[in-house]
C-alpha cells in the first residue's frame, strides 16, 4: 500500500479556513450576493490576495471574504453594534469596527449636486476633506491602510429613511484616487437600487467600470496623486 510523504509541503488546512468550511457546509443560510456576483470579486482576491480588504458591511458572506483573502487584512465596518457583537461572539476572527452614518437615502438627490462642487472633486484624503460625502470618523487605522480591494454593501439604503450609501461610495471612490500609486477595485453591491446606480455612475465613474454582474458593479479606480490634472472621471 502505497503511503504519501507529508513532511513539508503537505500542511493542515488553517483552523479559521475550517471553521469557514464547516460554517457554510452545515449552514441553512446564504450570503447577501449570488454565485455569480461573488465571482466578480473572488476573482480579483484569486489574482491579489493576500491583500488589504475594507468592506462596508458586516453579512452573511463576511466569513467567506476573510478566508478567501486568507493572510491579508479584511476590515468590515458596520453600523449596528448588535449585530457586530454576535458576530464576534461566534467568529472573534473577523476584525470589524462600528460606524455611525448621517445622511439617509431621502438626502440623495441633494447630495448628488453638492458632491459636484469643487471641495469634493478635490483629491484629499477623505478623513480631512471639505467635502459634506466624505466620512471623516471613521476608525484610523481605515485612512492609514492603502486599500486593494473596498466593498460597498452597506449601510442599510432600503427605505427613505434608512442610512444610504452615498457617503461610502464617495468615501470608497476618494480612498482609491488619495492612495500613492497603483490601482484599487472597488465593488458595489444593490446597484439596481437609484442611490446605488446613480453615485457609483457619479463617484467611481462609468469609464472605470470594468463589469457589472446582476446587481454588482465593479470599477477599477487608478491613484490620482501623482497626476492631479487627471479628470475626475475618464
Known amino acids: 500500500m502505497r503511503t504519501t510523504d507529508c513532511s513539508s509541503p503537505?500542511?493542515?488546512?488553517?483552523p479559521s479556513l475550517a471553521q469557514t468550511l464547516i460554517h457554510y457546509t452545515t449552514s441553512t443560510i446564504t450570503p447577501q450576493q449570488t454565485l455569480k456576483e461573488?465571482?466578480?470579486t473572488s476573482r480579483v482576491l484569486e489574482k491579489k490576495s493576500p491583500c488589504n480588504f475594507l468592506i462596508f458591511g458586516l453579512g452573511h458572506d463576511s466569513l467567506m471574504w476573510h478566508s478567501l483573502n486568507y493572510g491579508g487584512r479584511t476590515i468590515f465596518l458596520e453600523e449596528d453594534e448588535a449585530w457586530i457583537e454576535q458576530i464576534k461572539r461566534r467568529f472573534p476572527m473577523l476584525e470589524s469596527y462600528h460606524v455611525t452614518y448621517d445622511s439617509k437615502v431621502n438626502q440623495a438627490n441633494d447630495l448628488i449636486e453638492?458632491?459636484?462642487?469643487?471641495?469634493?472633486?478635490?483629491i484629499s484624503d477623505p478623513k480631512y476633506s471639505m467635502c459634506q460625502l466624505a466620512l471623516k470618523s471613521l476608525p484610523s487605522q481605515v485612512y492609514e491602510i492603502k486599500w486593494d480591494l473596498i466593498m460597498v454593501d452597506a449601510p442599510t439604503g432600503y427605505h427613505e429613511e434608512a442610512p444610504g450609501r452615498m457617503t461610502a461610495i464617495y468615501t470608497a471612490g476618494m480612498m482609491a484616487r488619495n492612495r500613492e500609486d497603483g490601482e484599487t477595485d472597488v465593488f458595489v453591491h444593490?446597484?439596481?437600487r437609484v442611490v446605488?446606480?446613480?453615485y457609483s455612475k457619479e463617484f467611481l465613474c462609468e469609464g472605470y467600470m470594468k463589469k457589472q454582474e446582476a446587481r454588482?458593479?465593479?470599477f477599477t479606480i487608478p491613484s490620482h496623486r501623482n497626476s492631479l490634472n487627471k479628470p475626475f472621471c475618464p
Open 114 to 122: 453638492v458632491g459636484k462642487g469643487p471641495e469634493c472633486i478635490a
Open 196 to 198: 446605488e446606480d446613480k
Open 38 to 40: 461573488i465571482s466578480v
Open 190 to 192: 444593490d446597484v439596481n
Open 216 to 218: 454588482l458593479r465593479h
Open 10 to 14: 503537505c500542511n493542515k488546512i488553517p
